[in-house]
Nanobody
Framework: QVQLVESGGGLVQAGGSLRLSCAAS????????MGWYRQAPGKQRELVAA???????NYADSEKGRFTISRDNTKNTVYLQMNSLKPEDTAVYYC??????????????WGQGTQVTVSS
């Protein structure tokens, strides 16, 4: 059973920084793209950033220059460094990963979500 566990959310003032982490655990043979999505109240879930296993990272336009996604393949972990946070960044942030587990087939997995609240 593969699980994604996020950490690092919280309350921060506008202009501050937070670093989110997401660790994949279980029987894992390969992880392709890992990414972060967010969902604000009353809005649809949207892509924040994604990082393939080798290749170019992808950011939503509103996060370019403020957020940095990275991954540590030795730890099956993806990170999201968020700087210059704005109140509109307030949302539940979800980790996502495309993982091949014991079945050797790839499936999309999601974390449980971590709340990020930015006060003005």
């Amino acid at each position: 059973q593969v699980q994604l566990v996020e950490s690092g959310g919280g309350l921060v003032q506008a202009g501050g920084s937070l670093r989110l982490s997401c660790a994949a655990s279980g029987t894992i043979f390969s992880i392709r793209t890992m990414g972060w999505y967010r969902q604000a109240p009353g809005k649809q879930r949207e892509l924040v950033a994604a990082i393939p296993n080798g290749g170019t990272t992808n950011y939503a336009d509103s996060e370019k220059g403020r957020f940095t996604i990275s991954r540590d393949n030795t730890k099956n972990t993806v990170y999201l460094q968020m700087n210059s946070l704005k109140p509109e960044d307030t949302a539940v942030y979800y980790c996502n990963a495309y993982i091949s587990g014991s079945s050797r087939h790839y499936y999309d997995y999601w974390g449980q979500g971590t709340q990020v609240t930015v006060s003005s």
